[in-house]
């Protein structure tokens, strides 16, 4: 952990690195290219040797990809994890005395690629650096042999009952994406009572087979009946609203990422905190290590990401109206301040723009330039620039670029169905019902062909199965249609689309849903649920599980 002066050195690092970003982009470039313009030797691009690939998720829409690793970018992970340290530690106080992290963590195995070099999950790279195992040793709960269990339900075992038992320590509850933190707190509802017992006898559940959690989870746990009757007080409420708070009173935020496809989860995750701040600290792709949150506070839908200018970099392409739906907003931006540069109607013309001249409101796709030999790489997510720290810009996420339903002129991207969602979902409210996940493809089986949405729900009061009104899930569907944008709208019009269909699946079908991506090798930790799915698998095994389907019953305004 950091002491106070590399505290302190961090957040005077941050305000160097931001003033001064047009310059350190210019030194990377020039660093990067020049040295094979002054005739260095023909390793272009790629001066280091490729140590390993990250395998990214591709969950969040595109295929997993495998991204060159080298010892710079090695070095640079824990360099830009301490300037996050510094801004947390700003704002939350000493975060490393006697206090400790519940974050749930999973590696994922290693694969080795034809060429010898192994292939691996950026965190579980992470999760192998020593300096980040005695982080996890002092200031985490979670053994590392839990982390590093590949059955995930010992894994869970063994991390919540790490954390139940040290309540009073617990100062920050998280995961790398909100998905991982959710599954955890379903864990626990199907799993307290057991934990429960094997707390107030000292003993772990046979089942626990693994070795590594069995040796972890048997030496730190002894008979504590006390603790077992005031966690079987919480976990036996009606409801679990609050669980969290309730958990581990001295937590102060819950750490995870809650913007894109991931903001789906806010509302579940606030019905656990028991009102905790949610903090959203990162952008992080396997490409680069991208940016940081200032502003930990800020609520998830006001969260930007101030760019790192020294971890790559960075261009940006004006996102074209003609390339990306997105929503009306971003129609209406392009109408009142286009460039003449954005106006070309193809893609491929429009000039990428340096990190620093990047425009306050405008949309952009990220472009990165690495130390490992990507050039001008799109990583697929659209950003908006919100604002500026000092001379670096502060993007917020929108959504991935490459996620798009399709069914006739109409191009839906993330942002679009991500937002639908939202504007039908508040009809759920009233009813007590939320929204846990979802996802979404296009049916072309008929003619015309329509777009899906399944839809798992959980009531917030008790277990029971949830009594739908199909009234209201129609209006659900209609409300979709009328907040997509306006080419789906008037596709439906001249029924070039038929009505959009929701289909409620039971609960739990979204654990299967990441189990399977999981058992294709998506790691846990970097897991995100797919806000559409082309997989014929991924599709039959919600489709297996469907209780109810749902029509809108009207053509949208
Ligand atoms: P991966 O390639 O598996 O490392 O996943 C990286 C992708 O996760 C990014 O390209 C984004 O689409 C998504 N992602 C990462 N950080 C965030 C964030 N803070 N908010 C929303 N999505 C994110």
Same mark, same amino acid.
């Given at each position: 952990?950091?002491?106070?002066?590399?505290?302190?050195?961090?957040?005077?690092?941050?305000?160097?690195?931001?003033?001064?970003?047009?310059?350190?982009?210019?030194?990377?470039?020039?660093?990067?290219?020049?040295?094979?313009?002054?005739?260095?030797?023909?390793?272009?691009?790629?001066?280091?040797?490729?140590?390993?690939?990250?395998?990214?998720?591709?969950?969040?829409?595109?295929?997993?990809? %495998?991204?060159?690793?080298?010892?710079?970018?090695?070095?640079?992970?824990?360099?830009?994890?301490?300037?996050?340290?510094?801004?947390?530690?700003?704002?939350?106080?000493?975060?490393?005395?006697?206090?400790?992290?519940?974050?749930?963590?999973?590696?994922? &195995?290693?694969?080795?690629?034809?060429?010898?070099?192994?292939?691996?999950?950026?965190?579980?790279?992470?999760?192998?650096?020593?300096?980040?195992?005695?982080?996890?040793?002092?200031?985490?709960?979670?053994?590392?042999?839990?982390?590093? *269990?590949?059955?995930?339900?010992?894994?869970?075992?063994?991390? %919540?009952?790490?954390?139940?038992?040290?309540?009073?320590?617990?100062?920050? $509850?998280?995961?790398?994406?909100?998905?991982?933190?959710?599954?955890?707190?379903?864990?626990?509802?199907?799993?307290?009572?057991?934990?429960?017992?094997?707390?107030?006898?000292?003993?772990?559940?046979?089942?626990?087979?693994?070795?590594?959690?069995?040796?972890?989870?048997?030496?730190?746990?002894?008979?504590?009946?006390?603790?077992?009757?005031?966690?079987?007080?919480?976990?036996?409420?009606?409801?679990?609203?609050?669980?969290?708070?309730?958990?581990?009173?001295?937590?102060?935020?819950?750490?995870?990422?809650?913007?894109?496809?991931?903001?789906?989860?806010?509302?579940?995750?606030?019905?656990?905190?028991?009102?905790?701040? %949610?903090?959203?600290?990162?952008?992080? *792709?396997?490409?680069?290590?991208?940016?940081?949150?200032?502003?930990?506070?800020?609520?998830?839908?006001?969260?930007?990401?101030?760019?790192?200018?020294?971890?790559?970099?960075?261009?940006?392409?004006?996102?074209?109206?003609?390339?990306?739906?997105?929503?009306? &907003?971003?129609?209406?931006?392009?109408?009142?301040?286009?460039?003449?540069?954005?106006?070309?109607?193809?893609?491929?013309?429009?000039?990428?723009?340096?990190?620093?001249?990047?425009?306050?409101?405008?949309?952009?796709?990220?472009?990165?330039?690495?130390?490992?030999?990507?050039?001008?790489?799109?990583?697929?997510?659209?950003?908006?620039?919100?604002?500026?720290?000092?001379?670096?810009?502060?993007?917020?996420?929108?959504?991935?670029?490459?996620?798009?339903?399709?069914?006739?002129?109409?191009?839906?991207?993330?942002?679009?169905?991500?937002?639908? $969602?939202?504007?039908?979902?508040?009809?759920?409210?009233?009813?007590?019902?939320?929204?846990?996940?979802?996802?979404?493809?296009?049916?072309?089986?008929?003619?015309?062909?329509?777009?899906?949405?399944?839809?798992?729900?959980?009531?917030?009061?008790?277990?029971?199965?949830?009594?739908?009104?199909?009234?209201?899930?129609? &209006? *659900?569907?209609?409300?979709?249609?009328?907040?997509?944008?306006?080419?789906?709208?008037?596709?439906?019009?001249?029924?070039?689309?038929?009505?959009?269909?929701?289909?409620?699946?039971?609960?739990?079908?979204?654990?299967?849903?990441?189990?399977?991506?999981?058992?294709?090798?998506?790691?846990?930790?970097?897991?995100?649920?797919?806000?559409?799915?082309?997989?014929?698998?991924?599709?039959?095994?919600?489709?297996?599980? $469907?209780?109810?389907?749902?029509?809108?019953?009207?053509?949208?305004?």
């Amino acid at each position: 952990m950091a002491t106070r002066n590399e505290f302190e050195d961090g957040l005077k690092r941050i305000e160097e690195l931001t003033t001064n970003a047009d310059q350190i982009q210019e030194e990377i470039l020039s660093l990067t290219f020049d040295r094979i313009a002054n005739g260095e030797p023909s390793n272009i691009l790629l001066a280091e040797s490729v140590l390993e690939f990250f395998r990214s998720s591709g969950t969040s829409g595109g295929q997993p990809k %495998l991204i060159p690793v080298t010892a710079e970018t090695l070095k640079l992970l824990p360099i830009s994890s301490a300037l996050l340290t510094a801004v947390m530690k700003k704002h939350f106080g000493n975060l490393d005395q006697a206090v400790k992290s519940l974050e749930f963590q999973f590696a994922k &195995e290693e694969t080795e690629t034809p060429c010898g070099l192994k292939a691996r999950a950026a965190t579980t790279s992470m999760y192998k650096n020593n300096d980040y195992r005695n982080i996890i040793s002092k200031h985490h709960t979670s053994p590392i042999e839990a982390i590093f *269990c590949s059955d995930t339900n010992q894994s869970m075992y063994c991390q %919540l009952l790490a954390g139940l038992i040290q309540p009073d320590e617990v100062v920050m $509850v998280g995961s790398q994406f909100a998905t991982a933190l959710l599954r955890a707190i379903k864990f626990l509802e199907g799993y307290w009572k057991e934990l429960c017992s094997n707390i107030r006898s000292g003993q772990i559940s046979d089942w626990i087979t693994d070795s590594g959690c069995k040796n972890a989870a048997s030496s730190i746990m002894k008979p504590n009946p006390q603790l077992a009757d005031s966690i079987h007080k919480i976990c036996s409420c009606e409801s679990s609203e609050g669980i969290i708070k309730k958990l581990w009173p001295n937590a102060k935020f819950i750490r995870a990422i809650t913007t894109g496809v991931m903001s789906q989860y806010v509302e579940t995750l606030e019905f656990y905190s028991g009102g905790l701040p %949610l903090v959203s600290n990162t952008y992080v *792709c396997s490409e680069a290590f991208c940016g940081i949150n200032l502003e930990p506070l800020s609520g998830p839908s006001y969260v930007s990401y101030t760019f790192l200018p020294t971890t790559a970099f960075f261009e940006s392409l004006p996102v074209n109206n003609n390339s990306l739906s997105l929503s009306q &907003e971003v129609q209406f931006n392009y109408a009142s301040q286009h460039e003449p540069v954005e106006k070309k109607s193809n893609n491929e013309n429009i000039e990428p723009i340096d990190l620093v001249h990047v425009k306050l409101g405008q949309y952009y796709e990220l472009l990165v330039t690495s130390y490992a030999g990507l050039y001008r790489y799109k990583v697929g997510d659209v950003l908006k620039v919100t604002g500026f720290h000092n001379n670096t810009p502060q993007f917020q996420f929108v959504g991935s670029q490459n996620v798009i339903l399709s069914i006739d002129t109409d191009k839906t991207s993330e942002a679009d169905l991500v937002n639908a $969602v939202r504007e039908a979902k508040t009809l759920l409210d009233p009813l007590g019902f939320i929204l846990t996940g979802f996802t979404s493809y296009a049916d072309t089986c008929s003619i015309p062909g329509h777009y899906v949405l399944f839809w798992e729900l959980k009531a917030k009061q008790g277990n029971d199965s949830i009594e739908l009104d199909p009234k209201i899930m129609e &209006e *659900c569907c209609y409300r979709m249609e009328e907040a997509l944008y306006y080419i789906y709208r008037s596709c439906r019009k001249r029924n070039a689309i038929a009505a959009l269909e929701i289909r409620v699946v039971k609960q739990g079908s979204f654990d299967t849903l990441m189990d399977y991506y999981v058992s294709r090798g998506v790691s846990t930790s970097q897991y995100k649920t797919p806000s559409c799915i082309k997989s014929k698998e991924a599709i039959n095994i919600l489709e297996s599980k $469907v209780i109810r389907k749902f029509f809108s019953p009207k053509i949208p305004m």
